[in-house]
């Protein structure tokens, strides 16, 4: 059984930064699209950013607007997400999803396998 573990997230500042990674167990990641969602209270979850199976193919949502980075390491079987200059409209709960699919998509319902989440709080 395949589990994807994110970790990473906590409490950070206006304009720091954090990485949250999302590690998978029982199958290698590099098998994998994964992509990285989240979810503000009160709102619908929204894509982030995303990285295919060869990782030949990387999207990101219109509002990362270069602050984040997806990267993926598979000798570490774990998927990254750089998230710089962070601002408080990006507080949410980020959730990793993976799916074998060879094309990233936007669409959540694309996803098989989602980890539990990871809060992100950001304090202006």
């Known amino acids: 059984q395949v589990q994807l573990v994110e970790s990473g997230g906590g409490l950070a500042q206006a304009g720091a930064s954090l990485r949250l990674a999302c590690a998978a167990s029982g199958r290698t990641v590099s098998s994998y699209t994964v992509a990285w969602f989240r979810q503000a209270p009160g709102k619908e979850r929204e894509f982030v950013a995303g990285?295919?199976?060869?990782?030949?193919?990387?999207k990101y949502a219109a509002f990362v607007k270069g602050r984040f980075t997806i990267s993926r390491d598979n000798a570490q079987n774990t998927v990254y997400l750089q998230m710089n200059s962070l601002n408080s409209e990006d507080t949410a709960v980020y959730y990793c999803a993976a799916d074998t699919t060879a094309y990233v998509s936007n669409n959540p319902d694309a996803y098989i396998l989602w980890g539990q989440g990871t809060q992100v709080t950001v304090s202006s």
């Open positions: 990285i295919s199976r060869s990782g030949g193919s990387i």
